[in-house]
Protein backbone atom coordinates (compact mmCIF):
# COMPACT_ATOMS: atom_id res chain seq x y z
CA UNK A 1 0.00 0.00 0.00
CA UNK A 2 0.94 3.53 -1.09
CA UNK A 3 1.40 5.53 2.33
CA UNK A 4 2.41 8.71 3.39
CA UNK A 5 5.38 8.47 5.62
CA UNK A 6 4.22 10.94 7.76
CA UNK A 7 1.16 8.91 9.32
CA UNK A 8 2.44 7.25 12.28
CA UNK A 9 -0.88 4.45 12.71
CA UNK A 10 -1.06 1.42 14.63
CA UNK A 11 -2.29 -1.28 12.55
CA UNK A 12 -3.90 -4.39 13.89
CA UNK A 13 -3.58 -7.69 11.51
CA UNK A 14 -7.12 -6.75 9.96
CA UNK A 15 -6.30 -3.10 8.98
CA UNK A 16 -2.94 -4.51 7.70
CA UNK A 17 -5.10 -7.02 5.63
CA UNK A 18 -7.12 -4.15 4.35
CA UNK A 19 -4.03 -2.43 3.58
CA UNK A 20 -2.88 -4.85 0.59
CA UNK A 21 -0.30 -6.46 2.97
CA UNK A 22 -1.81 -9.62 3.93
CA UNK A 23 -2.42 -11.27 1.38
CA UNK A 24 -2.73 -14.67 -0.12
CA UNK A 25 -1.63 -15.42 -3.46
CA UNK A 26 -3.23 -17.16 -6.90
CA UNK A 27 -1.87 -19.98 -8.91
CA UNK A 28 2.01 -18.53 -9.92
CA UNK A 29 1.08 -20.68 -13.36
CA UNK A 30 -0.84 -20.55 -16.09
CA UNK A 31 -3.78 -18.58 -14.52
CA UNK A 32 -7.46 -18.78 -15.91
CA UNK A 33 -8.30 -15.71 -17.83
CA UNK A 34 -9.34 -12.36 -15.81
CA UNK A 35 -12.22 -10.21 -15.77
CA UNK A 36 -12.86 -8.62 -19.53
CA UNK A 37 -11.72 -5.15 -19.80
CA UNK A 38 -14.47 -2.34 -19.55
CA UNK A 39 -16.03 -1.71 -23.51
CA UNK A 40 -13.71 -4.26 -24.88
CA UNK A 41 -16.63 -6.22 -26.76
CA UNK A 42 -17.71 -5.85 -30.38
CA UNK A 43 -14.21 -4.51 -31.55
CA UNK A 44 -11.88 -6.50 -33.73
CA UNK A 45 -8.45 -7.91 -32.64
CA UNK A 46 -5.30 -5.95 -33.86
CA UNK A 47 -3.09 -9.55 -33.44
CA UNK A 48 -0.65 -7.09 -32.32
CA UNK A 49 1.55 -8.57 -29.62
CA UNK A 50 3.85 -4.94 -29.76
CA UNK A 51 2.64 -1.75 -29.88
CA UNK A 52 4.63 1.55 -29.59
CA UNK A 53 3.19 4.12 -26.36
CA UNK A 54 5.21 6.69 -24.11
CA UNK A 55 5.69 6.65 -20.57
CA UNK A 56 7.94 8.03 -17.88
CA UNK A 57 10.97 6.24 -16.55
CA UNK A 58 9.64 6.03 -13.92
CA UNK A 59 8.92 9.59 -13.14
CA UNK A 60 9.54 13.11 -14.52
CA UNK A 61 11.30 14.11 -11.21
CA UNK A 62 14.37 11.61 -11.55
CA UNK A 63 14.14 12.38 -15.22
CA UNK A 64 14.60 15.89 -15.30
CA UNK A 65 14.93 16.83 -11.73
CA UNK A 66 12.46 19.18 -11.58
CA UNK A 67 10.68 18.70 -8.28
CA UNK A 68 7.37 20.43 -8.46
CA UNK A 69 4.31 18.95 -9.76
CA UNK A 70 3.20 21.62 -12.39
CA UNK A 71 2.39 21.61 -16.85
CA UNK A 72 6.01 23.05 -17.22
CA UNK A 73 7.45 19.94 -14.89
CA UNK A 74 6.82 17.68 -17.08
CA UNK A 75 7.98 18.70 -20.91
CA UNK A 76 8.23 16.96 -23.73
CA UNK A 77 11.38 15.43 -23.00
CA UNK A 78 10.24 13.52 -19.67
CA UNK A 79 8.38 11.49 -22.27
CA UNK A 80 10.07 8.17 -23.20
CA UNK A 81 9.47 6.34 -26.46
CA UNK A 82 8.57 2.28 -25.21
CA UNK A 83 7.32 -0.89 -26.88
CA UNK A 84 4.62 -2.02 -24.64
CA UNK A 85 5.29 -6.39 -25.27
CA UNK A 86 3.25 -9.26 -24.31
CA UNK A 87 0.49 -7.88 -25.76
CA UNK A 88 -2.89 -10.99 -26.35
CA UNK A 89 -3.66 -9.43 -29.76
CA UNK A 90 -6.67 -7.93 -28.66
CA UNK A 91 -5.92 -4.62 -29.35
CA UNK A 92 -6.61 -3.75 -25.62
CA UNK A 93 -3.92 -3.22 -22.38
CA UNK A 94 -3.97 -7.09 -22.15
CA UNK A 95 -1.01 -9.87 -22.02
CA UNK A 96 0.92 -12.17 -20.79
CA UNK A 97 1.77 -10.57 -17.32
CA UNK A 98 -0.63 -7.39 -16.91
CA UNK A 99 -4.56 -6.65 -18.06
CA UNK A 100 -6.14 -3.46 -17.37
CA UNK A 101 -9.82 -4.72 -16.31
CA UNK A 102 -11.03 -1.24 -15.44
CA UNK A 103 -10.22 2.47 -16.04
CA UNK A 104 -11.36 5.79 -16.15
CA UNK A 105 -12.45 7.25 -19.47
CA UNK A 106 -12.53 4.97 -22.50
CA UNK A 107 -10.25 1.63 -22.38
CA UNK A 108 -6.99 2.19 -24.44
CA UNK A 109 -7.84 0.03 -28.09
CA UNK A 110 -5.69 0.11 -31.45
CA UNK A 111 -2.84 -0.40 -33.19
CA UNK A 112 -1.02 2.98 -31.65
CA UNK A 113 1.46 4.26 -31.34
CA UNK A 114 -0.45 4.99 -27.37
CA UNK A 115 1.40 8.29 -27.23
CA UNK A 116 -1.18 9.64 -24.99
CA UNK A 117 -0.24 12.76 -22.37
CA UNK A 118 -0.27 12.71 -18.52
CA UNK A 119 -3.62 14.98 -18.70
CA UNK A 120 -5.65 11.84 -20.45
CA UNK A 121 -6.88 9.10 -19.31
CA UNK A 122 -4.80 6.53 -21.75
CA UNK A 123 -1.65 7.60 -20.08
CA UNK A 124 -2.07 6.17 -16.88
CA UNK A 125 -3.34 3.32 -18.26
CA UNK A 126 -0.34 2.75 -20.58
CA UNK A 127 1.91 3.12 -17.54
CA UNK A 128 0.11 0.66 -15.55
CA UNK A 129 0.44 -2.32 -18.22
CA UNK A 130 3.89 -1.04 -19.10
CA UNK A 131 5.33 -0.84 -15.32
CA UNK A 132 3.38 -4.11 -14.10
CA UNK A 133 4.67 -5.48 -17.10
CA UNK A 134 8.63 -4.97 -16.91
CA UNK A 135 8.50 -5.76 -13.29
CA UNK A 136 7.91 -9.08 -14.31
CA UNK A 137 10.25 -9.27 -17.14
CA UNK A 138 12.67 -8.42 -14.28
CA UNK A 139 12.07 -10.84 -12.01
CA UNK A 140 12.68 -13.00 -15.32
CA UNK A 141 15.61 -11.44 -15.76
CA UNK A 142 17.12 -12.68 -12.74
CA UNK A 143 16.74 -15.88 -13.34
CA UNK A 144 12.99 -16.90 -11.76
CA UNK A 145 11.36 -19.13 -13.70
CA UNK A 146 14.45 -20.61 -15.19
CA UNK A 147 17.00 -21.54 -13.15
CA UNK A 148 14.78 -20.03 -10.00
CA UNK A 149 11.06 -20.75 -8.91
CA UNK A 150 8.94 -18.74 -11.17
CA UNK A 151 7.31 -15.67 -9.27
CA UNK A 152 4.04 -14.01 -9.89
CA UNK A 153 4.49 -14.99 -13.82
CA UNK A 154 1.09 -14.91 -14.55
CA UNK A 155 -1.30 -12.26 -15.89
CA UNK A 156 -2.14 -9.49 -13.32
CA UNK A 157 -5.83 -7.58 -13.71
CA UNK A 158 -5.18 -3.84 -12.70
CA UNK A 159 -7.75 -0.90 -11.73
CA UNK A 160 -6.59 2.37 -13.21
CA UNK A 161 -8.17 5.44 -10.91
CA UNK A 162 -11.00 3.79 -9.97
CA UNK A 163 -10.07 4.07 -6.04
CA UNK A 164 -11.73 7.39 -5.02
CA UNK A 165 -8.71 8.09 -2.47
CA UNK A 166 -4.76 9.29 -3.22
CA UNK A 167 -3.53 5.79 -2.09
CA UNK A 168 -3.18 2.61 -3.96
CA UNK A 169 -3.09 -0.99 -2.96
CA UNK A 170 -3.02 -4.67 -3.24
CA UNK A 171 -5.76 -7.28 -2.52
CA UNK A 172 -5.89 -10.72 -2.61
CA UNK A 173 -9.82 -11.02 -2.44
CA UNK A 174 -10.26 -9.93 -5.95
CA UNK A 175 -6.44 -10.51 -6.78
CA UNK A 176 -5.71 -6.95 -8.28
CA UNK A 177 -3.74 -4.05 -7.95
CA UNK A 178 -5.98 -0.80 -7.60
CA UNK A 179 -4.71 2.72 -7.99
CA UNK A 180 -5.94 6.14 -6.86
CA UNK A 181 -5.83 9.44 -7.64
CA UNK A 182 -5.13 12.82 -6.35
CA UNK A 183 -2.60 15.12 -6.38
CA UNK A 184 -0.27 13.54 -9.17
CA UNK A 185 -2.24 9.84 -9.71
CA UNK A 186 -1.07 7.28 -8.10
CA UNK A 187 -0.57 5.46 -11.79
CA UNK A 188 1.15 8.25 -12.84
CA UNK A 189 4.61 7.33 -10.72
CA UNK A 190 6.02 3.97 -11.70
CA UNK A 191 7.81 3.47 -8.76
CA UNK A 192 4.21 3.93 -7.19
CA UNK A 193 3.15 0.73 -9.26
CA UNK A 194 5.96 -1.89 -9.13
CA UNK A 195 5.61 -0.90 -5.27
CA UNK A 196 1.75 -2.51 -4.97
CA UNK A 197 3.66 -5.16 -7.53
CA UNK A 198 5.48 -6.16 -5.01
CA UNK A 199 2.62 -7.20 -2.77
CA UNK A 200 1.55 -9.19 -5.69
CA UNK A 201 4.65 -10.79 -5.51
CA UNK A 202 5.24 -11.56 -1.51
CA UNK A 203 1.36 -12.72 -2.06
CA UNK A 204 2.38 -15.52 -4.69
CA UNK A 205 5.67 -16.50 -2.75
CA UNK A 206 4.01 -17.03 0.64
CA UNK A 207 0.11 -17.06 0.52
CA UNK A 208 -1.12 -14.64 3.33
CA UNK A 209 2.22 -13.46 3.48
CA UNK A 210 1.86 -10.32 6.10
CA UNK A 211 -0.13 -11.61 9.37
CA UNK A 212 2.38 -9.64 12.07
CA UNK A 213 3.25 -6.00 12.38
CA UNK A 214 7.02 -7.34 11.04
CA UNK A 215 6.21 -9.29 7.95
CA UNK A 216 3.85 -6.37 6.90
CA UNK A 217 7.14 -3.76 7.60
CA UNK A 218 8.95 -6.41 5.35
CA UNK A 219 5.87 -6.46 2.88
CA UNK A 220 5.71 -2.30 2.81
CA UNK A 221 9.96 -1.99 2.32
CA UNK A 222 10.27 -5.24 -0.55
CA UNK A 223 7.79 -3.31 -2.50
CA UNK A 224 9.59 0.10 -2.10
CA UNK A 225 12.87 -1.90 -2.99
CA UNK A 226 11.76 -3.65 -5.85
CA UNK A 227 10.79 -0.39 -7.54
CA UNK A 228 14.05 1.15 -7.06
CA UNK A 229 15.84 -2.03 -8.48
CA UNK A 230 13.37 -2.52 -11.38
CA UNK A 231 12.99 1.80 -11.69
CA UNK A 232 16.81 1.91 -12.07
CA UNK A 233 17.16 -1.39 -14.73
CA UNK A 234 13.98 0.03 -17.10
CA UNK A 235 15.26 3.79 -16.83
CA UNK A 236 18.71 2.24 -18.07
CA UNK A 237 18.04 0.07 -20.47
CA UNK A 238 16.32 3.12 -22.41
CA UNK A 239 19.15 5.50 -21.53
CA UNK A 240 16.19 7.95 -19.46
CA UNK A 241 19.21 10.08 -17.34
CA UNK A 242 18.79 9.23 -13.41
CA UNK A 243 18.87 12.97 -11.80
CA UNK A 244 17.30 12.13 -8.26
CA UNK A 245 18.72 9.64 -5.03
CA UNK A 246 17.72 6.18 -6.07
CA UNK A 247 16.91 5.72 -2.43
CA UNK A 248 14.45 8.49 -2.97
CA UNK A 249 10.52 6.69 -3.66
CA UNK A 250 8.11 7.58 -5.68
CA UNK A 251 9.91 10.83 -5.97
CA UNK A 252 6.86 12.07 -8.49
CA UNK A 253 3.82 11.29 -6.81
CA UNK A 254 4.71 12.52 -3.48
CA UNK A 255 5.04 15.98 -5.01
CA UNK A 256 1.61 16.50 -3.90
CA UNK A 257 1.64 16.19 -0.19
CA UNK A 258 5.38 16.67 0.95
CA UNK A 259 6.72 20.42 1.28
CA UNK A 260 10.74 19.22 1.74
CA UNK A 261 13.28 18.31 -1.36
CA UNK A 262 14.00 15.94 -2.66
CA UNK A 263 10.31 14.90 -2.47
CA UNK A 264 9.94 11.37 -1.30
CA UNK A 265 7.21 9.14 0.10
CA UNK A 266 10.03 6.87 1.73
CA UNK A 267 13.72 6.30 1.64
CA UNK A 268 15.58 3.57 1.20
CA UNK A 269 18.58 4.86 3.00
CA UNK A 270 17.39 6.12 6.47
CA UNK A 271 19.57 5.54 9.40
CA UNK A 272 16.64 3.86 11.24
CA UNK A 273 17.78 1.01 13.85
CA UNK A 274 15.87 -1.64 15.62
CA UNK A 275 14.12 -2.08 17.92
CA UNK A 276 14.09 1.67 19.29
CA UNK A 277 13.09 3.15 16.10
CA UNK A 278 9.76 0.71 16.04
CA UNK A 279 7.00 2.86 15.73
CA UNK A 280 4.22 -0.17 14.98
CA UNK A 281 3.32 1.25 11.57
CA UNK A 282 4.25 -0.60 8.46
CA UNK A 283 5.23 1.55 6.25
CA UNK A 284 7.86 3.92 9.04
CA UNK A 285 9.41 0.55 10.44
CA UNK A 286 9.70 -1.16 7.08
CA UNK A 287 12.53 1.50 6.46
CA UNK A 288 14.26 -0.20 8.69
CA UNK A 289 14.10 -3.34 6.24
CA UNK A 290 14.73 -1.95 3.33
CA UNK A 291 17.53 -0.12 4.06
CA UNK A 292 19.27 -3.66 5.18
CA UNK A 293 18.26 -4.49 1.53
CA UNK A 294 20.06 -1.04 0.49
CA UNK A 295 23.02 -2.28 1.98
CA UNK A 296 22.76 -5.69 0.46
CA UNK A 297 22.53 -3.84 -2.89
CA UNK A 298 25.64 -1.69 -2.40
CA UNK A 299 27.77 -4.60 -0.79
CA UNK A 300 26.79 -7.12 -3.89
CA UNK A 301 25.56 -5.54 -7.04
CA UNK A 302 21.79 -5.19 -8.05
CA UNK A 303 21.74 -8.89 -9.83
CA UNK A 304 23.04 -11.06 -7.06
CA UNK A 305 21.71 -8.78 -4.32
CA UNK A 306 17.73 -9.00 -6.08
CA UNK A 307 18.19 -12.84 -6.76
CA UNK A 308 19.41 -13.42 -3.18
CA UNK A 309 16.33 -11.00 -1.62
CA UNK A 310 13.54 -12.26 -3.58
CA UNK A 311 14.33 -15.95 -3.69
CA UNK A 312 14.83 -15.78 0.49
CA UNK A 313 11.41 -14.36 0.50
CA UNK A 314 10.07 -18.20 -0.98
CA UNK A 315 11.47 -18.89 3.45
CA UNK A 316 9.28 -16.38 4.94
CA UNK A 317 6.67 -17.47 7.47
CA UNK A 318 3.50 -15.47 6.61
CA UNK A 319 3.97 -14.15 10.26
CA UNK A 320 7.68 -13.80 10.39
CA UNK A 321 9.66 -11.20 12.07
CA UNK A 322 12.31 -9.09 11.02
CA UNK A 323 15.54 -11.81 12.56
CA UNK A 324 13.72 -15.29 11.32
CA UNK A 325 13.70 -13.38 8.24
CA UNK A 326 17.15 -11.71 8.08
CA UNK A 327 18.65 -15.17 9.43
CA UNK A 328 16.59 -16.53 6.00
CA UNK A 329 18.14 -14.28 3.90
CA UNK A 330 21.55 -15.29 4.80
CA UNK A 331 20.97 -19.15 4.81
CA UNK A 332 19.91 -17.66 0.67
CA UNK A 333 22.81 -16.16 0.63
CA UNK A 334 24.84 -18.50 1.36
CA UNK A 335 23.67 -21.35 -0.85
CA UNK A 336 23.32 -19.32 -3.65
CA UNK A 337 26.55 -17.24 -3.41
CA UNK A 338 29.13 -18.55 -0.88
CA UNK A 339 30.03 -17.39 2.46
CA UNK A 340 31.38 -14.10 1.31
CA UNK A 341 27.56 -12.65 0.66
CA UNK A 342 26.64 -14.38 3.29
CA UNK A 343 28.67 -12.40 5.64
CA UNK A 344 27.51 -9.20 3.51
CA UNK A 345 24.31 -10.16 4.02
CA UNK A 346 24.23 -10.92 7.51
CA UNK A 347 26.05 -7.29 7.91
CA UNK A 348 23.76 -5.30 6.84
CA UNK A 349 21.06 -7.13 9.20
CA UNK A 350 23.67 -6.38 12.42
CA UNK A 351 23.71 -3.11 11.04
CA UNK A 352 20.03 -2.59 11.67
CA UNK A 353 19.87 -3.62 14.98
CA UNK A 354 18.22 -7.19 13.34
CA UNK A 355 20.53 -9.63 13.47
CA UNK A 356 23.47 -9.69 16.44
Not at 67 to 81: E, T
Amino acid sequence: MKTRSGLILLLSATLLAACGTQNSAAPDASAPPLLTAQGGSGKPPTGQRQVAARVFLPNPVQTTGDQKDSAAAVPPSAYFPVVLTNLDGSGYLSGDYAKVISETGTPVYGSGPFNFTRDQDGFEQVMAYFWVTEAQKYLQSLGFGSDLPPVNRRQQAIRVSQWGQDNSFQTDKQDLLRFGKGGVDDAEDGEVIVHEYGHAVHAAQVPGFGGSLEAGSIGEAFGDYLALSVGEAVARAHNAPIRTPLPCIADWDSTSYTSATPHCLRRTDTDKHYPEDVVGEVHADGEIWSRALWDIRQALGARTADRIIVDAQFRFAPDTSFAAAAQATVDTARQMSGSAAAAAVRQAFVARGILK
